[in-house]
């Protein structure tokens, strides 16, 4: 089949490319390139995303689900938090975040 196509610059010159690099001509590049992006081929699928993840160490066992009743006794057995209430009534974190804690805690003093 003969038809007329118009070609952008950069489409253009890769298929310059091919051909020289798999030395056939233009003709076979352009027809292998519509081959290959119409099949699919040439395009990497994207690859499914897996965490990397890192052993610890041995001896780990802190639980962090755990991590706010921890918080809470170290509230009750601490003297430089003393008067500093970390959770409110109903649990919930009234510090915020550890910047607020160390300021709390500085101004218990």
Do not use: C
């Not at 489409?11 to 290959?36: C, Q, S, T, W, Y």
């Not at 081929?41 to 755990?66: I, N, P, S, Y």
């Amino acid at each position: 089949m003969r038809t007329t196509v118009t070609l952008d610059p950069d489409v253009e010159r890769l298929i310059r490319d091919a051909m020289r690099e798999h030395g056939i001509p233009f003709k076979e590049a352009l027809n292998e390139a519509a081959r290959n992006g119409l099949r699919g081929k040439g395009h990497k699928r994207a690859q499914k995303f897996v965490q990397k993840t890192f052993r610890m160490g041995a001896g780990q066992e802190f639980r962090w689900d755990k991590a706010l009743a921890v918080a809470a006794a170290m509230e009750d057995e601490s003297p430089i938090l003393a008067g500093v209430e970390l959770f409110g009534e109903d649990g919930a974190n009234t510090i915020g975040d550890v910047r607020t804690l160390v300021i709390a805690a500085g101004n218990a003093r």
